[in-house]
């Protein structure tokens, strides 16, 4: 069955899919402070959707899927981040065959987590 047009007097920002892709800001102050931040910030951020993932407790393996630039890499890492914490005493392995991307993510974990954190500190 083919998909069925949208009437023209419908919100595009109430499809699934845009409530999933766009943060709407709701006050002249929340856009301001979403401004105001520096550009490594904006590369580890969460959409709400995406800390839940990060957050859920899986019962097995979990495979998160998307297109490029969809943010999978950010909530991987943030996801090592969370696990690390939830889990003081084990070590968490987030690996990847790209060189560059290894050191792409070591810088953004240190965006992340202070140095002197413990997540920080275990890492190579």
Known sequence: MPPQPVPAEADPFAHPDAQRRFRVLTNAEE??????????????????????????????????????????TIVALHRAVHLAR????????????????AN?????????????DAVARTSP
Do not use: I, M
């Not at 904006?42 to 979990?62: D, K, M, N, Y």
């Open 86 to 101: 939830a889990n003081p005493t084990s070590r968490v392995l987030l690996t990847t065959f790209s060189k560059p991307l």
């Open 31 to 72: 856009l301001r402070q979403a401004l105001d931040y520096p550009w490594d910030r904006w590369a580890v951020f969460l959409h709400p959707a995406q800390s839940a993932l990060v957050e859920r407790a899986f019962t097995g393996p979990a495979r998160v899927s998307g297109s490029a630039g969809t943010g999978k």
């Open 104 to 116: 792409a993510l070591r810088a953004k974990l240190l965006t992340l987590v202070p140095s002197d």
